[in-house]
């Protein structure tokens, strides 16, 4: 089993109720970069054996934020289409969603208190938090510090 903390049990237990059925759910994972998402998504992916689709995969090289959207689109679609659950973790992710013609059933905000080697002061993240309030939003937040 992958060593998990405390904030990772807690969002397991919110999520129990919501994914027992096994339908057609999607649960997004957002947060800034270096926050830790790929890695609660990693591990939420292990705990529940559902799929988990990083959306990094999907950037187009040398283009900022930019995605492949039908690829992501065709990606999320192949799960929920068959009845299965999926999750879904990126950057703004909120943002990105309406974008590929996807909603989250359920929005988790991972949030660092801790250092990061990534900036994010860029223009990108602030005009996304004020615009999305992604924070606020959210139906969990799980507070890590790396």
């Known amino acids: 089993m992958p060593i998990s903390s405390r904030s990772y049990k807690d969002v397991v237990a919110a999520l129990r109720p919501l994914l027992k059925p096994r339908g057609p759910t999607l649960v997004a994972i957002d947060g800034r ?6 890695t609660l998504g990693r591990y939420l992916a292990w705990h529940f054996n559902i799929a988990l689709i990083e959306t990094d995969f999907f950037l187009k090289l040398g283009k900022g934020f ?24 990126g950057a703004a992710i909120a943002q990105l969603l309406p974008q590929v013609a996807h909603a989250a059933a359920f929005t988790i905000y991972v949030l ?3 250092p ?13 938090e004020k615009n999305y309030d992604p924070i606020g939003n959210a139906d969990f937040v799980v507070e890590l510090s790396h």
Do not use: C, M, Q
């Open 33 to 38: 970069l270096g926050s830790g998402k790929t």
């Open 112 to 114: 660092n208190h801790g």
């Open 116 to 128: 990061s080697s990534r900036d994010n002061t860029h223009e990108y993240v602030v005009a996304y």
């Open 66 to 89: 930019s995605y492949r959207e039908s690829e992501l689109r065709r990606a999320i679609s192949h799960r929920v289409s068959r009845g299965l659950p999926v999750f879904v973790e």
